[in-house]
């Protein structure tokens, strides 16, 4: 009896080591974001355009605008300009503030999207790598208004985890220039 006690553990010992290793499996990171819903935005501004219904939209005085995205950490900052006769300075200015990313970036590339009918001359600029603001767009309508956004996230520049953040919302401002009217 007074040894069962040392086999009996020596027996559990036995048959709970098991040689046999099992890999953990890989696990993926899985991002869902809401299907794309969008509204009118509305203000006294003399543009509009469709927004993400899971965006909040500030218009100040000047009619630059925040859209904020509160989930993703995201800001587009929207600038608004009239145009005096000096649309290709505004323009130009837009771009530098684009390509002033050259530095760090591992590259910038761009989309054009024009419309006759509503007088929509706009270019989507791409700009991969850690920067400040990965999409910018300027719109104009050639005469009167130009319209410029930048995307920023309050978060240190990583590209590779803000990708598929970035990608969400390059789709909406993509949406959001498709739809932009001037009043």
Not at 27 to 33: D, E, K, N, P
Not at 99 to 107: C, R
Not at 150 to 163: E, G, R, T
Request: glycine fraction near 2%; proline fraction near 4%; aromatic fraction near 14%.
């Amino acid at each position: 009896m007074k040894y069962f006690g040392i086999y009996l553990l020596i027996v559990v010992l036995l048959i709970s080591c098991n040689t046999d290793t099992l890999p953990k499996q890989k696990s993926y990171l899985i991002l869902r974001y809401p299907e794309s819903e969008y509204v009118t935005s509305s203000s006294f501004c003399p543009y509009s355009f469709e927004i993400s219904k899971y965006a909040k939209i500030d218009f100040q005085n000047n009619c630059w605008a925040k859209i904020q995205y509160p989930t993703l950490k995201a800001t587009i900052h929207l600038t608004y300009r009239n145009v005096d006769g000096n649309l290709n300075e505004i323009l130009k200015e837009v771009e530098k503030l684009t390509f002033e990313h050259t530095i760090k970036a591992d590259a910038i590339s761009s989309i054009p999207y024009d419309d006759l009918q509503k007088k929509i001359f706009a270019k989507l600029y791409n700009v991969d790598g850690n920067v400040a603001t990965n999409i910018q767009f300027s719109a104009t309508d050639s005469l009167n208004y130009v319209l410029s956004g930048a995307l920023y996230f309050y978060v240190k520049p990583n590209y590779d985890s803000i990708v598929p953040a970035i990608k969400y919302i390059e789709k909406d401002m993509m949406h959001m220039v498709e739809t932009l009217e001037w009043k």
